[in-house]
């Protein structure tokens, strides 16, 4: 059982508070009756759910945080190596990595296999910040940070928006960038002449690496992450 406004947004309705407003204007039947009130308890594998006469087949989309370790790859399938849906215990069918991490690189990976939320959330008009810790082999200068801060210009002459750049020491750094150029940390690191020893991906949009997660592992996302990614696939 589940409510009804939950299991419309989970099949992609809207947001919590879109689908609210679909069931007020009285858009939804269950079982053909008119329902207006949005906290119902329905059978979502036995209820006959649907939208503007509509009907509405509930599958819920998965939403997995991963720890990404160091030497697998951000594919769905290698003949040759390890792949992040490897680490996945369970069959989940069409689930996918959003984005890519290099190999090398570790940290938070949502795998999902709701596509629109993908698209959202790799979009380039939309700006989702990601927050990586960064292990340097030299230390940027003032100028270089002034650089990064402004917007570097990568070496094939490709321009990179504004950065945040938090230094902890000399090569201990957090950058938190709001795209997602190939190797985009590593070039950008590049151009002040040093190089990326270690890249952990600390945040993505609302959801943040927790300690508890050892390389390798993975949880569900929780009901509150998940509302903020709706949020951010459905505007
Ligand atoms: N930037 C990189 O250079 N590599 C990654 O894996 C992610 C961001």
Do not use: W
Request: glycine share 6%; hydrophobic share 35%; with cysteine.
């Amino acid at each position: 059982m589940i409510r009804l406004d939950k299991m419309l947004a989970e099949c992609g309705l809207g947001s919590r508070r879109e689908v609210k407003q679909l069931i007020r204007k009285k858009r939804v039947t269950v079982n053909g009756m008119q329902i207006t009130r949005d906290d119902l308890k329905i059978d979502e594998h036995q209820d006959h759910v649907a939208v503007d006469d509509q009907p509405v087949f509930y599958h819920a989309f998965r939403y997995l945080i991963l720890n990404k370790p160091s030497g697998v790859i951000s594919a769905t399938e290698d003949p040759r190596h390890t792949t992040v849906i490897d680490l996945v215990h369970e069959p989940i069918r069409g689930l996918y990595p959003v984005g890519r991490l290099d190999r090398d690189t570790e940290g938070l990976l949502l795998l999902t296999n709701d596509g629109p939320l993908g698209h959202a959330l790799l979009s380039p008009k939309k700006h989702v910040s990601k927050t990586y810790a960064v292990t340097l082999s030299r230390p940027l200068t003032k100028e270089d940070q002034r650089k990064i801060e402004t917007g570097i210009r990568l070496e094939n002459g490709e321009q990179c928006r504004p950065a945040v750049i938090q230094i902890f020491d000399e090569l201990h750094i957090q950058l938190t960038i709001t795209e997602g150029k190939y190797h985009q940390i590593k070039r950008m690191i590049a151009v002040c002449g040093s190089e990326v020893m270690h890249l952990k991906r600390l945040t993505m949009g609302p959801l943040t690496l927790d300690s508890a997660l050892l390389p390798g592992e993975y949880r569900e996302c929780t009901e509150k992450e998940k509302e903020a990614l709706m949020a951010l696939r459905d505007h």
